[in-house]
């Protein structure tokens, strides 16, 4: 089974939600016996639920989220993953620095899909802007399947 890891920074929005599309796309496609997520944040300093926006976008989605913990990055969890896809080219140049040994799986989204575009942290902004995050990590997750698919 492969494995990927979000990451983003508080891992209560972007990572959250990407994690659960990601694992409700491969579960409605029949592929969880292939491929699953998790996620976790550079700058948890504590465990919280996921933000109340993301909550909501998410059960527009038909997904619940309500369980979601966020979690710290650490070796461990960057060595357990096969993929590691950070949400901004920053977090993947962060990571990279940080644990240098497993530079070779680590990715921002951008750079893993050839797209230029950046996963904008929704934190702090209104609930239209997570809606918009939603479904831009909903055609990201399709489009990582397809790439994975492939290879």
Known sequence: MKKILFVCTGNTCRSAMAEYIFNNKVFLKRLDNKYSANSAGVAVYASTAASDYSI????NEGIDINNHKSSQINEKRIKEADLVLCMTERHAEYLKKSFSDYKDKIYSISGYLHNNQDVIDPYGLGYEEYKKTAKQ????CEDIIKKMETE
């Open 56 to 59: 909501l976008a998410m059960r």
């Open 137 to 140: 990590l909903d055609v990201i």
